[in-house]
């Protein structure tokens, strides 16, 4: 008992506090998760772990698994106020890559000699080193990440979060439960039964191909509605654009007889204003022609509409625009402008007679497409700025918003790696600014 006892107390100091250091910081790192005091909550999880394994070691082994679920809850727990769901994938990476690390440079180290697998099963002190020199390769690339600002699953959970997904999720949920059931498996039986331990791994191992290959189906699948999704705004907005264009065409020999009517009878005045007002809707209409992209023009004009009817000052200006090329989709410039154009047109559409506005502005050098939408804001907080962009907030009732949009716009924007900024000017006029890249060798795969 105490030979155990001093086995399971080495392991827990030299392996199992920095392992659980490494893992979470990895994790946290590469998802891009934030929380409040991250290292205290780094330091607490890998002391929960610590002791969770020094005791589990002491158990039996069929009871030995049951210390990943504890720290698993300590997991959940000392992380309550972040998401859910951001808590299930952390929780799952921790374990698989605990898990995998361990089975790695275990099957590695037997591999080169470096250990004998009787050796491994008397005394798994054997290892030690070698976990050592694997954590500390794990600590490191989490840290360059980090000095970096490097997240590469940022963009996944992202595209998890948002309601459409949900299934998805729960389909790679689902494989990553079964890694993580199948490598516990075979950890746990390797040593004594290798034959029952390999031949579950085969298997396990094919029903997670066949969850891959259902996954990999679901995301086409997904991919596929969000793109017909957005084609049928798209396809939607031009229509009521070219019915604004033929409705002209057919007015044009009404507004021709009024003209004569005003001349004959020397209403000079009168025609005045009649041309200035004709004069003013053609110009309009050539203007939103002239922005050289036929999906924006169309988001705009129907934005436009919107903002007329409600008594919205309604302000715009594209320049260079035909520069564009296939850099950005152009379903998704529609989905970055339409969620940042209905932001503000919400804000604003309670607000006095006065700050009834909002401006859209697009541009381009030979690098880059700059977007910029503002408005009025008098209550934009600080904290408000830094939460705006996380999926499902919403200062407005949730019923009616779900607080989406803006974390749409940070999602398709980061898959371009372009750049999204928020700016609350001292007239308390809020804006959004996105830069995208024109060209596709700018763009990340």
Known sequence: MLDDLLISLEIGIFSTIPQSFAVLFFTMTFWGIRAERPWLRIAQYTAANTISFMVFMLLPEALRPGSMLFTSAALFYLFRDISRRDRVIMAFTAVILYASLEITTAFAAISLGLAQQSDLANDPRVIIPYLLLGNTIIALVAELLRRYRLSPGKAIRLFFDQKQNRLLFSLVLLFAGNVVISSAVFYY????????????????????????????????????????????????????????????????????????????????????????????????????????????????????????????????????????GHGVASVDYVKIAGNLLDNALDEVLNSDPENRWIEIAGWT????????????????????????????????????????????????????????????????????????????????P
């Open 189 to 324: 039986t390797m040593l004594r039964h290798p034959f029952a331990a390999s031949y579950t791994l085969v298997a396990t191992s094919l029903v997670s191909v066949v969850i891959l290959i259902v996954t990999i189906r679901s995301i086409i699948a997904v991919k596929n509605l969000e793109i017909l999704n957005t084609q049928e705004t798209y396809v939607d907005e031009i229509d009521n654009l070219f019915t604004t264009i033929r409705g002209q065409r057919h007015d044009f020999l009404n507004h021709v007889q009024v003209i004569q009517a005003f001349v004959r009878r020397k209403k000079f005045d009168e025609l005045e204003r009649y041309v200035s007002e004709l004069v003013g809707e053609i110009v309009e209409i050539n203007d939103l022609l002239q922005i050289g992209h036929p999906a924006l023009a169309a988001l705009v004009k129907s934005k436009m509409v919107y903002a007329l009817d409600r008594k919205i000052d309604f302000r715009y200006s594209f320049e260079g625009m035909d520069r564009i």
């Open 365 to 444: 050098d030979e690098e880059n497409f700059y977007l910029s939408v503002s408005n009025p804001a008098y209550s934009v907080t600080e904290e408000q700025k830094s939460n705006m962009f996380r999926s499902g907030f919403t200062t407005k009732k949730k019923d009616v918003h779900s607080g989406l949009g803006l974390s749409i716009v940070k999602e398709r924007v980061g898959h371009y790696r372009g750049q999204l900024d928020v700016e609350t000017a001292a007239d308390h006029v809020l804006s959004f600014r996105v830069k995208l890249p024109l060209r596709l060798h700018t763009i990340a």
